[in-house]
């Protein structure tokens, strides 16, 4: 999820000027409805747009907003400030923002609850999945593989079986605006980690494995390679697997492209499901007209986007319905309701 901003400066320069531009609002006053930022592209996003409700600037004060994780008995959301290496709350009782965390060297990027309510983070600064227990204490899910060091844990979800799979792309790893700078001690890959705390490699034929979610059905799990600005062969796009005996995965294939045509191919980072199947993708490093959140049905055609002035870097379902979509982009926490119902716990 979090990505190498050198790499993608450089390379988001020249496309921004050739993107279209978005609609321009001022973020202070009211946008007229429909919003037009919402946007539908093929007629199956219809049922979920819905006329008059607005995408919404909830908070702006962060360096590199990530990890947006709804808490249903809390009814708040948690997300990561990488480099301020803290953790902020949203309250939706009254929208108050508040610093949950300040953690020495953590830098967590994404999180997740599990089906106890625990919180997990997935830290850069680490390089470890921990998991904030109700006395206070952390408990570290994994930090080594094989006898070696994880890269930078990045993304991740929880399975009704109680295990915890996650992507190891070691971002965090590449410079120390978000972790530790230091080398990568094993290949880019796919985690799994039983109840008793066995950790199994599900894959690594993917170049930087980094958003992560399941099918509604959990019969499938989804992945995002942003191993592009790494990799210069490798496609910019969203993988799937099938999920055989709740463990293991078989037919690793593309599923869907980020290129849009008329705008250019930027990166997908975290992704959601729906409760229809729906894949919904925060994506960015391309300019107006792209950064924001795309929507792609289960048959990986692009069906809408959401455009946000800043690179978006996560996304969750969250609210009291699940129906409302929290979106990371960049320096600011955005949120929009939908017709969608966001299909996990988290």
Same mark, same amino acid.
């Not at 492209?257 to 980072?269: E, N, Q, Y």
């Not at 950064?291 to 002035?309: C, K, M, S, T, Y």
């Given at each position: 999820m979090s990505l190498h901003r050198r790499n993608f400066l450089a390379a988001a320069a020249g496309s921004v000027s050739a993107a279209l531009a978005q609609t321009k609002r001022d973020w202070k006053n009211p946008v007229g409805y429909p919003d037009p930022d919402i946007i539908a592209i093929d007629p199956r996003f219809n049922k979920y747009k819905i %006329?008059?409700?607005?995408? *919404? @600037? =909830?908070?702006?004060?962060?360096?590199?907003?990530?990890?947006?994780?709804?808490? %249903?008995? +809390?009814k708040y959301l948690v997300w990561s400030d990488i480099p301020n290496n803290r953790q902020l709350r949203w309250i939706e009782d009254d929208g108050h923002v508040s610093v949950i965390r300040h953690e020495s060297s953590h830098n967590s990027n994404g999180n997740t609850f599990d089906y106890e309510g625990r919180q997990i983070s997935f830290e850069h600064g680490t390089r470890r999945v921990a998991r904030y227990e109700y006395n206070g204490k952390v408990t570290i899910i994994a930090d080594k593989f094989e006898g070696k060091r994880l890269n930078a844990p990045n993304d991740g979800a929880v399975h009704p079986d109680g295990s915890i799979w996650f992507t190891d792309p070691g971002y965090g790893a590449l410079m120390t605006y978000e972790g530790n700078k230091g080398a990568l001690e094993l290949k880019e890959a796919v985690y799994r980690v039983d109840k008793d705390g066995k950790i199994t490699k599900l894959t690594d034929e993917i170049y930087k494995p980094n958003g992560l979610c399941f099918s509604p059905d959990y019969k499938k799990v989804y992945v995002a390679d942003t191993g592009a600005t790494h990799y210069p062969k490798a496609p910019k796009n969203i993988k799937v697997w099938d999920i055989a005996d709740g463990k293991t995965l078989r037919n690793g294939k593309h599923?869907?492209?980020?290129? &849009?045509?008329?705008?250019? #191919? %930027? &990166?997908?980072?975290?992704? @959601?499901?729906?409760?229809?199947?729906?894949?919904?993708?925060?994506? %960015?490093?391309?300019?107006?007209?792209?950064?924001?959140?795309?929507?792609? #049905? #289960?048959? +990986?055609? @692009?069906?809408? *986007?959401? =455009? =946000?002035?800043e690179i978006c870097a996560n996304i969750c379902f969250g609210g009291t319905k699940r129906n409302r979509l929290f979106m990371c982009g960049s320096q600011s926490l955005y949120a929009v309701y939908t017709e969608a119902i966001g299909a996990h716990i988290c």
């Open positions: %006329g008059n409700t607005p995408i *919404q @600037r =909830l908070y702006t004060d962060c360096l590199w907003a990530e990890g947006p994780a709804w808490n %249903g008995s +809390g599923f869907c492209s980020m290129d &849009l045509p008329g705008k250019g #191919a %930027g &990166l997908a980072d975290g992704i @959601r499901a729906d409760t229809d199947g729906n894949i919904w993708v925060g994506a %960015g490093w391309v300019g107006a007209g792209y950064d924001g959140v795309h929507i792609f #049905a #289960a048959d +990986g055609v @692009r069906i809408g *986007q959401i =455009l =946000l002035p």
